[in-house]
T-cell receptor, first 117, second 113 residues
């Protein structure tokens, strides 16, 4: 399978615990995005990387959230001191942005569903 | 704030009919739009995209129309099949934002036999 891979698919944790999710993008994609989706809503943008550089963070990304893409390949999203309001589906997407291109199709993984008890 | 919205939360069509899903956007700076399909338990799947200097784009069984005057998008699905049943999202973005997508709530399409 050469699509975007996310691990784990499901995570149940207790309030106050830290959790970390991993995303493996499509090979050679230079852009990687994180989104959060709650039930019945569309995904909401959290942050994105161009290679290893984190270029933008949404105001939704509180200080408890941190994302990394150390070698410009896989990425991790960590949530510290989880709260019940963090319960959601966390989606990763990747794309290849051409300097002369006009669009940016983002391909999504299946997501990590987080439940905070 | 500005947002992307959908006119209808649910749409029920008969197999073989054509489907039209509508979407309104309000950010005049948006220059790129994408339609995604999401099935239960899966991530969004790309359907078709269009940029702001186009008014129509066609794919396999799908057509996207863009009306910049009234800030409206539509997705037309020809000969709808049971496998088309899913939630459909339109998303808007602009190149200066790094293409961070702004999604609407989605329209649930149900195809009945």
């Amino acid at each position: 399978d050469t699509g975007v891979s996310q691990d784990p698919r499901h995570k149940i944790t207790k309030r106050g615990q830290n959790v970390t999710f991993r995303c493996d993008p499509i090979s050679e994609h230079n852009r990687l995005y994180w989104y959060r989706q709650t039930l019945g809503q569309g995904p909401e943008f959290l942050t994105y990387f161009q290679n290893e550089a984190q270029l933008e963070k949404s105001r939704l990304l509180s200080d408890r959230f941190s994302a990394e893409r150390p070698k410009g390949s896989f990425s991790t999203l960590e949530i510290q001191r989880t709260e019940q309001g963090d319960s959601a589906m966390y989606l990763c997407a990747s794309s290849f942005l051409e300097t002369q291109g006009w669009g940016n199709i983002q391909y999504f993984g299946a997501g990590t569903r987080l439940s905070v008890l | 704030g500005e947002s992307v919205g959908l006119h209808l939360p649910t749409l029920s069509v008969q197999e073989g009919d054509n489907s039209i899903i509508n979407c309104a956007y309000s950010n005049s700076a948006s220059d790129y739009f994408i339609w995604y399909k999401q099935e239960s338990g899966k991530g969004p799947q790309f359907i078709i995209d269009i940029r702001s200097n186009m008014d129509k784009r066609q794919g396999q069984r799908v057509t996207v129309l863009l009306n910049k005057t009234v800030k409206h998008l539509s997705l037309q699905i020809a000969a709808t099949q049971p496998g088309d049943s899913a939630v459909y999202f339109c998303a808007e973005t602009f190149s200066n934002s790094g293409y961070a997508l702004n999604f609407g709530k989605g329209t649930s399409l149900l195809v009945t036999p």
